[in-house]
């Protein structure tokens, strides 16, 4: 368990706020919390799109080669807390509340930038930083993947690739012969919210 993101020098004392009250302060505290809950904690591995779960959820991976901190304006900051923070709010969503990956994604996404910024960098900093170590399926870098790491959001990834080059195919009138068109349009319709919001995030990405 990765206890050397807390802050044992500071004792947790209670805060006079009220307990609905949203700080820095309180999210930091909140993220010590859910990064000392973690059960097994894993740096051994290659690990597909730089972090993930097994899949019991008892084990948090992160990428061997991912550096354990970033260096902004003269400071060390810790960033495998973050990860740790979306990988449990992830696999959360998807076991406990039935979730679809890529909501659930989102969701853990936007946890993620929240604790970034509220340890005091800009989420531009942090993102770029860490793409550059991302690793996707095919990446001949996958050496080392372990056995019991949840595949699910490698197959949702791969899946919503898929419908778009099917989404693309039907509005080019290129559908193979004998689909009906009108009812491929129909079905990828319904999965249009999730696509938009898969994209928007590839887009981003890129920028």
Known sequence: MPLQFCHPEAPHKKLRLPEWYISNLMLDRALDAIVRRVKKFDRNHDIPYLAGYSIDGKTIYIDRHMPRTLKVEGRDVDTDRFLILHEEVEKTLIDQLGLHYLHAHQIAARAEEA????????????????????????????????????RRPDRDEHDFDLLKRMSDAVEQGQSPKGIDRRQVKKTLEQHAPQLQAHFRKITKKRR
């Open 115 to 150: 604790a970034v910024r509220a340890a005091g960098l800009r989420w531009r900093d942090y993102d770029r930083f860490m793409q550059k170590y991302v690793k996707r399926i095919g990446d001949e870098r996958l050496r080392k993947v372990p056995h019991e790491v949840d």
